[in-house]
Nanobody, 120 residues
Framework: QVQLVESGGGSVQSGGSLRLSCGVS?????MGWFRQAPGKEREGVAA???????FYSDPVKERFTISRDNAKNTLSLQMNSLKPEDTAMYYC?????????????????WGQGTQVTVSS
């Protein structure tokens, strides 16, 4: 069983930055960050495979950076140039299968989420 615990959310003004972290117990090949705003479906933000391949969604390209430290069992998301539309609950997720996808249905393990609020 893999357990995930997010931290680092908070409130920031438009144009600001936040860094999310996710502590991981257990090893998985595929990991990702997802977000869900009120009234909207959960959407993929960024995914990373254990070989370093990365995939970003179009809305966050050039602004967000995903990284993983396999030695420390952590997953991070550096978010820069934040916009009000980035406001959402952010979740980290992991799956033991070896792929690179932003489809939340393909991830088996989920954290509890951390709130990110961006004000204009």
């Amino acid at each position: 069983q893999v357990q995930l615990v997010e931290s680092g959310g908070g409130s920031v003004q438009s144009g600001g930055s936040l860094r999310l972290s996710c502590g991981v117990s257990g090893y998985t090949y595929s990991m990702g960050w997802f977000r869900q705003a009120p009234g909207k479906e959960r959407e993929g933000v960024a995914a990373i495979r254990n070989d370093g391949r990365i995939f970003y969604s179009d809305p966050v390209k050039e602004r967000f950076t995903i990284s993983r430290d396999n030695a420390k069992n952590t997953l991070s998301l550096q978010m820069n140039s934040l916009k009000p539309e980035d406001t959402a609950m952010y979740y980290c997720a992991a799956d033991p299968r070896w792929w690179l996808t932003l489809d939340p249905n393909q991830y088996r393990y989920w954290g509890q989420g951390t709130q990110v609020t961006v004000s204009s």
